[in-house]
C-alpha cells in the first residue's frame, strides 16, 4: 500500500566516492523497489548528473573528495534548479553536531553508516511520501504575501523572506489547505515523519519561527484549539 503512493520508478541519485558502500546503497535500493539509479563520486560529478536529469531524491555522502557533503547540501538548495529535491544524508559521521548541521542545511533526513538495508528504503519511501502529501500546491500570491512552490520562496511585500526546508514545507502544507483545519497530528506525521508527540517540540517552534518571520501576516496562521491550526487568507 506504502509503495503504490510513489512514483512507478523513482529517480535517485547516489553521491558516494567509496566503491563498496556504492555497491551496498545500490544493492539495497534495487532490491527493495522500482529505482532509476545515477551515481555520482564526487561533487562535480554530482551537478554534472543534475544537469543532465533531475532526481526525485539525492543520497548524500559527507566525505567526498573534493567537497564536504554538507557544502554540497546547501548548494543545492540555494539553486532555485535543485532546492525542492529531498536530500537524505548518508554518512560515518555521528555526531549530534553532525546531524544538526546536516538539517539546518537542508537535508531531509540523516542515516549513519553502516545502515541497514530495509530502513534505508524506509527513509526513502517517507521522505518521498511527505513531499507528495503537501499537494495539490500552487503557488500563492495574495495582499502582500507571495509563495512559489516551485522555487520555494516567499516575499513579503516584495522582499524575498528566507526560510528553512522544513519552514518552507509547513507553510506551504497550510497554505495549500487554507482555510482548513490542519492537526498536530497531521502534520507530524507529513512533515517530520512522526508522531504528534514526537514532533511537539519541533513542531511549536516551527510556527514561532514561521510567525516571527511573517512579520505583519503573521496573524494568518491560527491556532485552533489546542490540536490544530488553520491557515486564512
Same mark, same amino acid.
Given at each position: =500500500?506504502?509503495?503504490?503512493?510513489?512514483?512507478?520508478?523513482?529517480?535517485?541519485?547516489?553521491?558516494?566516492?567509496?566503491?563498496?558502500?556504492?555497491?551496498? %546503497?545500490?544493492?539495497? #535500493?534495487?532490491?527493495?523497489?522500482?529505482?532509476?539509479?545515477?551515481?555520482?563520486?564526487?561533487?562535480?560529478?554530482?551537478?554534472?548528473?543534475?544537469?543532465?536529469?533531475?532526481?526525485?531524491?539525492?543520497? =548524500?555522502?559527507?566525505?567526498?573528495?573534493?567537497?564536504?557533503?554538507?557544502?554540497?547540501?546547501?548548494?543545492?538548495?540555494?539553486?532555485?534548479?535543485?532546492?525542492?529535491?529531498?536530500?537524505?544524508?548518508?554518512?560515518?559521521?555521528?555526531?549530534?553536531?553532525?546531524?544538526? %548541521?546536516?538539517?539546518?542545511?537542508?537535508?531531509?533526513?540523516?542515516?549513519?553508516?553502516?545502515?541497514?538495508?530495509?530502513? #534505508?528504503?524506509?527513509?526513502?519511501?517517507?521522505?518521498?511520501?511527505?513531499?507528495?502529501?503537501?499537494?495539490?500546491?500552487?503557488?500563492?500570491?495574495?495582499?502582500?504575501?507571495?509563495?512559489?512552490?516551485?522555487?520555494?520562496?516567499?516575499?513579503?511585500?516584495?522582499?524575498?523572506?528566507?526560510?528553512?526546508?522544513?519552514?518552507?514545507?509547513?507553510?506551504?502544507? =497550510?497554505?495549500?489547505?487554507?482555510?482548513?483545519?490542519?492537526?498536530?497530528?497531521?502534520?507530524?506525521?507529513?512533515?517530520?515523519?512522526?508522531?504528534?508527540?514526537?514532533?511537539?517540540?519541533? #513542531?511549536?517552534?516551527?510556527?514561532?519561527?514561521?510567525?516571527?518571520?511573517?512579520?505583519?501576516?503573521?496573524?494568518?496562521?491560527?491556532?485552533?484549539?489546542?490540536?490544530?491550526?488553520?491557515?486564512?487568507?
Amino acid at each position: =500500500m506504502e509503495s503504490a503512493t510513489l512514483p512507478k520508478v523513482t529517480k535517485v541519485l547516489i553521491v558516494e566516492d567509496e566503491t563498496a558502500q556504492m555497491q551496498v %546503497t545500490r544493492s539495497a #535500493l534495487e532490491s527493495h523497489g522500482t529505482f532509476h539509479l545515477a551515481f555520482a563520486q564526487n561533487a562535480q560529478e554530482a551537478f554534472a548528473r543534475l544537469n543532465e536529469g533531475i532526481p526525485d531524491l539525492i543520497l =548524500m555522502d559527507l566525505g567526498l573528495p573534493d567537497c564536504d557533503g554538507l557544502d554540497v547540501t546547501r548548494q543545492l538548495k540555494e539553486d532555485e534548479r535543485f532546492r525542492w529535491i529531498p536530500v537524505i544524508i548518508l554518512t560515518g559521521r555521528s555526531t549530534v553536531v553532525d546531524k544538526i %548541521t546536516g538539517l539546518e542545511v537542508g537535508a531531509d533526513d540523516y542515516l549513519t553508516k553502516p545502515f541497514d538495508p530495509g530502513e #534505508l528504503v524506509a527513509r526513502v519511501r517517507a521522505v518521498l511520501r511527505r513531499k507528495q502529501s503537501l499537494g495539490p500546491v500552487t503557488d500563492y500570491d495574495q495582499n502582500g504575501l507571495k509563495i512559489s512552490a516551485d522555487r520555494r520562496q516567499v516575499w513579503l511585500s516584495g522582499n524575498a523572506v528566507a526560510m528553512t526546508p522544513k519552514e518552507f514545507d509547513l507553510l506551504l502544507m =497550510m497554505v495549500s489547505k487554507r482555510g482548513a483545519v490542519i492537526t498536530r497530528e497531521e502534520i507530524g506525521q507529513i512533515i517530520w515523519g512522526k508522531s504528534a508527540e514526537e514532533s511537539a517540540r519541533t #513542531l511549536d517552534t516551527h510556527i514561532w519561527r514561521l510567525r516571527s518571520k511573517l512579520g505583519e501576516y503573521a496573524e494568518r496562521i491560527e491556532t485552533v484549539g489546542k490540536n490544530g491550526y488553520r491557515f486564512n487568507s
